[in-house]
Antibody, heavy 117, light 110 residues
Framework: QVHLVQSGAEVKKPGSSVRVSCRTS????????ISWVRQAPGQGLEWMAW????????TYAQKFQGRITVSADKSTSTTYMELNSLTSDDTAVFYC??????????WGQGTPVTVSS | QSALTQSPTASGSPGQSVTLSCTGT?????????VSWYQQHPGKAPKLIIY???KRPSGVPDRFSGSKSGTTASLTVSGLQAEDEADYYC??????????FGTGTKVTVL
């Protein structure tokens, strides 16, 4: 059984950056893509990016191009998502999700990020 | 990439059926059979309940079924139970390694 364990809650100032990690356990890291999805308070799910860890090549949603970096560390079975130039609109819960057949099959527990001055 | 359109709310009494819709475009829902559905209870991570339009992961009750016609996908929950009260999101592959979610439907069991 694959488990995705994310880093803890963050509080950030506007204009700063946040880095969220997602460690994979119980499965072969790199054999499936990892996506990042965010959910603002009371809002829906929003796909941000994905990466195939063995290739290390990410794809970003156009909305986040230039402001997001997703990377993978095979030595620690961990995927990272960094979002820059934060504003209050970035306050959300960020999820990582393991993908199989272009669906989001395994989900991390979510990382709340609050952007506030 | 615009979000897929879902009705904001739906409801039904226990034992009844409810059908949720998810409308996209010819570039996403209409182009690929990679539509999936997710159930999300308050404060929890989403859970995959339907993938590839109409397939159920192991452990998901057969009360949940999916279909697609053109640019609209549907999720039917038969024999509604109290624990089915949740938010439901659809998702579709949109080509070029991009994905899009629906706006979400809140299901209330009366």
């Amino acid at each position: 059984q694959v488990h995705l364990v994310q880093s803890g809650a963050e509080v950030k100032k506007p204009g700063s950056s946040v880095r969220v990690s997602c460690r994979t356990s119980g499965g072969a890291f790199g054999t499936y893509p990892i996506s990042w999805v965010r959910q603002a308070p009371g809002q829906g799910l929003e796909w941000m990016a994905w990466i195939i860890p063995t290739l290390g090549i990410p794809t970003y949603a156009q909305k986040f191009q230039g402001r997001i970096t997703v990377s993978a560390d095979k030595s620690t079975s961990t995927t990272y998502m960094e979002l820059n130039s934060l504003t209050s609109d970035d306050t959300a819960v960020f999820y990582c999700a393991g993908m199989v057949n272009r669906d989001f099959e395994f989900w991390g527990q979510g990382t709340p990020v609050t952007v506030s001055s | 990439q615009s979000a897929l359109t879902q009705s904001p709310t739906a409801s039904g009494s226990p034992g009844q059926s409810v059908t949720l819709s998810c409308t996209g475009t010819s570039s996403d829902v209409g182009a690929y059979n990679y539509v999936s559905w997710y159930q999300q209870h308050p404060g929890k991570a989403p859970k995959l309940i339907i993938y590839e339009v109409n397939k159920r992961p192991s452990g998901v009750p057969d009360r949940f079924s999916g279909s697609k016609s053109g640019t609209t996908a549907s999720l039917t929950v038969s024999g509604l139970q109290a624990e089915d009260e949740a938010d439901y999101y659809c998702s579709s592959y949109a080509g070029s390694n991009n994905f899009v979610f629906g706006t979400g439907t809140k299901v209330t069991v009366l």
